[in-house]
């Protein structure tokens, strides 16, 4: 990933920061893109403390406890999953926020269900947890620089409504 994404880190970190809140991320598409994005801001250690890389659908359920009836049902990209990961995250990281990352980067593994350049995010938080999707276009690298451009700009969306 090379695309810098500091200013938009340092609104979330002053956001995090004036809540006394905490982040951590369950990634799976994005392979720790987000979390290197995050931890690129000097001081990232005062509000973020935990990421998550489970790639593998046995780190999913090892590490973030989603279930495997979910996994088998609907699949590693879906709601469902991303939802169980961001909350996975939020409870094993005892932290106030986490968002999750799910997709098919490619080039291969699409279906017409779920084609190339789909994500599934999901942001735990406070309020509960909220998710949705974006199918992103361009090769696997730019699928992934995507993908964690959207996650972050939708959580500061979140921490600015936040009260």
């Not at 200013?7 to 290197?36: F, H, N, R, Y």
Request: net charge negative; charged share 15%.
């Amino acid at each position: 990933m090379t695309v810098s994404h500091d200013p938009l880190v340092q609104q979330i970190a002053d956001k995090l920061i004036a809540q006394s809140a905490s982040l951590s991320v369950a990634e799976s598409c994005t392979g720790g893109g987000v979390a290197q994005a995050l931890t690129a801001v000097a001081g990232a250690s005062a509000w973020f403390g935990y990421g998550f890389v489970t790639y593998a659908n046995s780190a999913k359920i090892e590490l973030l406890g989603v279930d495997e009836a979910t996994l088998a049902a609907y699949g590693a990209v879906s709601h469902q999953v991303a939802e169980q990961m961001a909350e996975g995250a939020r409870i094993n990281a005892s932290s106030t926020w986490a968002l999750a990352t799910t997709g098919i980067a490619g080039p291969d593994g699409g279906s017409a269900e779920k084609p190339v350049g789909m994500v599934w995010f999901a942001w735990a938080g406070p309020q509960g947890i909220r998710s949705q999707h974006r199918v992103f276009s361009g090769d696997r690298a730019s699928v992934r620089e995507q993908a964690v451009a959207f996650a972050l700009i939708e959580l500061r969306k979140l921490l600015n409504f936040t009260v």
